[in-house]
C-alpha cells in the first residue's frame, strides 16, 4: 500500500470531519450572508464594504466551531497561534471572496448575492483544504 493511502480509520475521520466542517460552514455562511444582506438592505453599505463586513462574522463562527466541534486533531497547542494560522488562511479567504464578488459582479454580470454564493463555494474549498492540512492534522500528514 502505498505511503500516502488512507488507512479505513483515518478516510472515516476525514470524511466525519469534512461533514462536519461543511455543517459549521453552513452555519458560518448564514452568519456571514444575514451580515451581508442586512448591510447591503437595511444599511446601505456598498457590496464591497459588506462583504468583508460579514466575512468576519463568519470566521468568527466559523473558528469556533471547527475548533470546538469540526475537528478531531490540533496541531498547536497554543490557541492563540491557532487562531492566528486560522485567521491569516481566514484573511486570504477572504481576498479569494472579494476578488470573486468583484469579478462576479463587474465580469459576469451577477448581482452581488450571486457573486456572493460563487465566492462561498471557491472559499470553501480553499478555506478547508488549507485549515485541515495547516491545522488540523499532526505534522507529517496525518487525520
Known sequence: MPATALSRAELRTFLRESWRYGVAS??????????YLALLR?????YLVAAPLGF???LATIYLLSARW??????????RVEFALFA???LAGLALNQA???AGVTRLALS????????????FCFNFSARKLLLF???????
Open 26 to 35: 453552513a452555519l458560518a455562511l448564514a452568519a456571514d450572508i444575514a451580515v
Open 42 to 46: 437595511l444599511g446601505d453599505v456598498h
Open 56 to 58: 468576519l462574522v463568519g
Open 70 to 79: 469540526a475537528f478531531t486533531v490540533r496541531r498547536y497547542a497554543d490557541a
Open 88 to 90: 491569516l488562511i481566514g
Open 100 to 102: 470573486a464578488i468583484h
Open 112 to 123: 452581488p448575492e450571486a457573486a456572493k454564493l460563487v465566492s462561498a463555494a471557491l472559499v
Open 137 to 143: 492534522t499532526r505534522y507529517g500528514g496525518g487525520t
